[in-house]
């Protein structure tokens, strides 16, 4: 094993991680979320879902490996804000007694369906005029 400064991890002789001074030093919770709700909306949907916070954590603070307390203020701060508001904003689907948290389809508004009506109507036309061509 070799020895190292206070900045760095240790490794055994194999590699192996070992958690040396670098892991105990306090890393902010905002240094993991993403400071917008579209951001972590991304990020949830890149995950894939239903998740658990305690899995949407794991998926943010990777790779890095900071001290629990860490987790434990990102955990939070997901629980009981950005979550919520996510939630509330009709993003997500956020259950709070299971600590699940699922991405919502959007909605469609009105002039999404009217285009696709549209574009369904004009492609229909066109395959009969070719039809009658052909």
């Given at each position: 094993?070799?020895?190292t ?15 040396g001074?670098?892991?105990s030093?306090?890393?902010p ?6 400071a ?15 998740a ?10 990777q ?18 804000e950005?979550?919520?508001?996510l ?11 299971n ?7 959007p909605e469609p ?5 009217v285009?696709?009506a549209?574009v ?15």
């Amino acid at each position: 094993m070799r020895l190292t400064s206070d900045k760095e991890l240790m490794y055994s002789e194999h590699g192996d991680r070992r958690a040396g001074p670098a892991a105990s030093e306090f890393i902010p919770a905002s240094e993991f979320i993403p400071a917008s709700d579209p951001g972590l909306y991304s990020v949830l949907e890149q995950m894939g879902t239903p998740a658990t916070v305690d899995e949407v954590v794991d998926y943010l603070i990777q790779p890095a490996d900071p001290p629990i307390e860490t987790w434990g203020d990102v955990h939070e701060q997901l629980y009981e804000e950005r979550l919520p508001a996510l939630d509330d904003a009709g993003f997500v689907e956020f259950d709070q007694v299971n600590g699940t948290v699922t991405v919502l389809e959007p909605e469609p508004d009105d002039h999404q369906l009217v285009t696709r009506a549209l574009v369904g109507a004009v492609s229909i036309v066109i395959l009969v005029v070719l039809f009658v061509i052909i």
